[in-house]
């Protein structure tokens, strides 16, 4: 495996249209991989604006199947390229089954895994629980010809047991594709500065990298912050976009870094998970 690897994040505004949402992430998807990037992660949901600020039965008809339309075209880019593409996708899995899904794709169009969000939210202007069940896999790790690739989803960010999980499984980089924004209920404060955080303290407590890719402009209610961003085993953010365009977010990731702050910082051997049984009581 490379220790240095060219990854990206495409950070898009997003249209009430599949078909143009699809086109554009595809045309950034293309110029990333011009620019050398073999790893590149879209955003959460990016085939279309945030929709659960609301809730529409209507919307239930944009979900696919995996694999379907939407996976089979970024297969074909995938395989054109030769990148591995991690695509969030609305995922229909039975009648009225519905998860928050991203699809993990090699750069020869194999399907090498997906991962189901979690923790889904229910706040004014999240209404996820309306429209996504909770994941039922877990949290896989994948084995690429790269690295070792984890995924969460957005709200997943929130828990740090997330990412401790796929720590101990193996991940060397953790992919957060991510929608999040002003928040209705508090209009005028910024959540940007917690989340940047929260994310940061993650990749350090566990020595890792971690990308987190969000979507920028305005929809509806909600202006979304952008500033993607890669960090590194150490929690620095090694390169962060602007929080108000379209961008492709570019990093060279040494994984060496991963072995060298690991000789000094062993976190992950020195854990006492027989003391942690705290951890999993449930609340009354």
Known sequence: MASVIKSALIQMSCADDKKESI??????????????ARIICLQELFFWTYFPQHMNYKIFELAEPV????????????????????VPIYEKAAERVYYNTAVII????????????????EFIGYAEKFYFKPGNIGYPVFATSLCKIGVSICYDQWFPEVSRILALNGAEIIYQPTA??????YPGYSFKSKWELVIRSQALENGIFIGVVNRVGTEDQMEFYGSSFFCDPEGEIIVQSNNKEDDIIIADLNFDQIKEWSKHYQRLRDRRPETYGDLIKQLP
Do not use: F, W
């Open 67 to 86: 694999p379907g339309p939407t996976i089979q075209s970024m297969v074909d880019l995938a395989k054109k390229h030769q990148i591995i593409l991690i």
């Open 180 to 185: 999040i924004g002003s928040d209705p209920e």
């Open 106 to 121: 090699d750069e020869n169009g194999n399907l090498i895994g997906k991962y189901r969000k979690n923790h889904i939210p």
């Open 23 to 36: 086109k554009k992430a595809a045309s950034m998807v293309r110029d990333a991989a011009c620019k050398g």
